[in-house]
């Protein structure tokens, strides 16, 4: 698949296109959770240097779970729930690989309010990523419709609060540039953006797996996370939570 840079776009990112007609395209990042439409006379092809500079970038968060005691403890356990399915299966292998279970489900951000109650019973994990798309478009960082998703992401944050609690459910949530203080008010723990700032396709997930591998009996040390997300804390923010792992004696 071809990848492409907008012209003049600073930071530059990678694209890959959704779709297309006779003048715009419809773009998604190739590692951060946005979508945006621009006129084809912007785009350039990629090279082999931008594409390697994002993909580095991205084995920053391969260190976040390093010192865990794999033998002697129950880690929490994550449902991802994604709105695009390239990114989740690259988190899947990212949970994998840092030896964190995690279920992982492909739903398109709009259905996840009708579907997610019921998958939670179902499942019952200890931590839930929301996450896929979204994107801010500058006209006023307070209206929510300046936001591509972020009004479902907070539908789908009350609902799910409309049965779980934030201790007993810990509920990490947003995409690139979300509405982070909306999220937060509507029940998240975790959510992106402070700095309404596109984040990467980990954030999330690196969140998740810090719960998880944090003791119940602490509290998550979020300078400790932010450290292993690119852009730190302008990307993620949130409360005061517990982790959910705990000691197998």
């Given amino acids: ?27 998604k990042g190739y590692t951060h959770r946005i979508i945006k439409r621009v006129n084809k006379s912007l785009l350039e092809e990629a090279t082999i240097e931008n594409i390697k500079k994002e993909e580095m970038l991205l084995t920053k968060y391969e260190t976040v779970n ?5 033998t002697k403890v129950l880690t929490g356990t994550i449902l991802h729930i994604d709105g695009d399915k390239e990114y989740l299966k690259s988190c899947m292998s990212f949970y994998k690989k840092l030896n964190v279970f995690a279920w992982g489900i492909y739903i398109k951000e709009k259905e996840v309010k009708y579907k997610i ?17 979204d994107a801010y478009n500058g006209q006023g960082i307070k209206d929510l419709n300046n936001y591509e998703n972020s009004k479902v992401y907070i539908d789908i944050v009350r609902t799910i609060r409309s049965k779980h609690s934030k201790e007993n459910l810990v509920v990490i949530v947003g995409a690139c540039a979300s509405h982070y203080e909306a999220l937060i008010a509507s029940g998240a723990n975790f959510a992106s953006s402070p700095g309404r700032i596109n984040i990467h396709t980990y954030d999330p997930a690196v969140v998740a797996i810090k719960v998880a591998t944090t003791s119940c009996n602490k509290t998550i040390d979020f300078d400790s996370v932010a450290k292993h997300i690119i852009d730190g804390k ?11 792992m705990k000691i197998v004696y």
């Fill in 66 to 70: 390093q010192n865990i005691r794999k």
């Fill in 1 to 27: 698949m071809k990848k492409f840079v907008i012209k003049g776009e600073v930071p530059c990112i990678v694209y890959t296109v959704l779709s297309e007609n006779d003048t715009e395209v419809l773009l």
């Fill in 234 to 244: 302008k990307a993620i923010g949130g409360i005061e939570t517990k982790g959910k």
């Fill in 117 to 133: 109650l019921k998958i939670l019973e179902e499942l019952s994990p200890d931590i839930v990523v929301i996450t896929g798309h």
